[in-house]
């Protein structure tokens, strides 16, 4: 399958990490950007079509900051925090603060993290025609190639990552998922052992569609075993 030439927005104030993720994209068909900050970041994002945002999270504060408001504006938009140490806590509070992906620099398997920032954009830009482009659970409606969830004919945002699990969950409506299934769905077979991630995604699942997040009647843990989405909604 042909790939169309994808706009990668790299924000950093570092040039020795653009120049370096530039030469990684350099034999693919990406065309990176940079952005000093995020005024610069949000300037880049009016003005051109992105498929991909690498965040670089070298002031944690901030960089969690730019990459909250970057998801509440571009709630679809796939966004890679880009790290010096990978550490658990950091991981969470990426994916706490929106990221899709939490990567540490300087990247040692270039390979996999490229083919990781093609397939977060080939999933941004999933279209699917015909018939099964909507699934509906209840007062839950999926538009698959518009990219797109309402609850009750009010649209919610979702991040890509969101959008997946939801995906994933309402196509088995009624039915449980395993932990390591849906983190398989969701990010990929290697990280199945990483039950943490799910924990974030699915209590952010439930800020935006139950009442009462802290006691959900929808979005159901299935004790020991995974995550299901009622199927009589």
Same mark, same amino acid.
């Given at each position: 399958m042909s790939f169309k030439? &994808?706009?990668v927005l790299v924000v950093t104030e570092s040039v020795p990490i653009f120049s370096h993720l530039q030469r990684l994209f350099e034999p693919l068909s990406f065309s990176?950007?940079?952005?000093a900050d995020l005024p610069q970041a949000l300037l880049c994002l009016r003005r051109g079509d992105h498929d991909v945002v690498l965040l670089d999270h070298a002031d944690p504060g901030r960089g969690l900051a730019?990459?909250?408001?970057l998801r509440d504006l571009y709630p679809q938009l796939p966004l890679f925090l880009l790290a010096e140490q990978d550490h658990p806590a950091n991981r969470l509070a990426a994916l706490d &603060?929106?990221?899709d992906e939490f990567v540490v620099q300087p990247v040692v398997a270039e390979?996999?993290?490229c083919a990781r920032v093609r397939s977060a954009i080939r999933r941004y830009r999933l279209t699917i025609p015909g018939s099964g482009e909507r699934l509906m659970v209840g007062d839950l409606l999926l538009d698959f190639a518009?990219?797109?969830?309402q609850q009750s004919g009010c649209e919610i945002p979702l991040t890509p990552t969101e959008f997946r699990a939801l995906r994933a969950l309402m196509e088995q409506a009624g039915r449980p998922i395993t932990h390591a299934k849906l983190l398989a769905m969701v990010w990929g077979p290697e990280f199945t052992q990483h039950r943490e991630y799910l924990r974030v995604l699915i209590r952010g699942l439930r800020k935006k569609l139950e009442k009462d997040p802290g006691h959900p009647v929808y979005l159901l843990t299935h004790s020991h075993f995974g995550y299901l989405i009622r199927?009589?909604?």
């Amino acid at each position: 399958m042909s790939f169309k030439p &994808a706009n990668v927005l790299v924000v950093t104030e570092s040039v020795p990490i653009f120049s370096h993720l530039q030469r990684l994209f350099e034999p693919l068909s990406f065309s990176p950007h940079q952005a000093a900050d995020l005024p610069q970041a949000l300037l880049c994002l009016r003005r051109g079509d992105h498929d991909v945002v690498l965040l670089d999270h070298a002031d944690p504060g901030r960089g969690l900051a730019v990459c909250r408001t970057l998801r509440d504006l571009y709630p679809q938009l796939p966004l890679f925090l880009l790290a010096e140490q990978d550490h658990p806590a950091n991981r969470l509070a990426a994916l706490d &603060a929106g990221a899709d992906e939490f990567v540490v620099q300087p990247v040692v398997a270039e390979r996999a993290f490229c083919a990781r920032v093609r397939s977060a954009i080939r999933r941004y830009r999933l279209t699917i025609p015909g018939s099964g482009e909507r699934l509906m659970v209840g007062d839950l409606l999926l538009d698959f190639a518009r990219h797109r969830v309402q609850q009750s004919g009010c649209e919610i945002p979702l991040t890509p990552t969101e959008f997946r699990a939801l995906r994933a969950l309402m196509e088995q409506a009624g039915r449980p998922i395993t932990h390591a299934k849906l983190l398989a769905m969701v990010w990929g077979p290697e990280f199945t052992q990483h039950r943490e991630y799910l924990r974030v995604l699915i209590r952010g699942l439930r800020k935006k569609l139950e009442k009462d997040p802290g006691h959900p009647v929808y979005l159901l843990t299935h004790s020991h075993f995974g995550y299901l989405i009622r199927g009589d909604r």
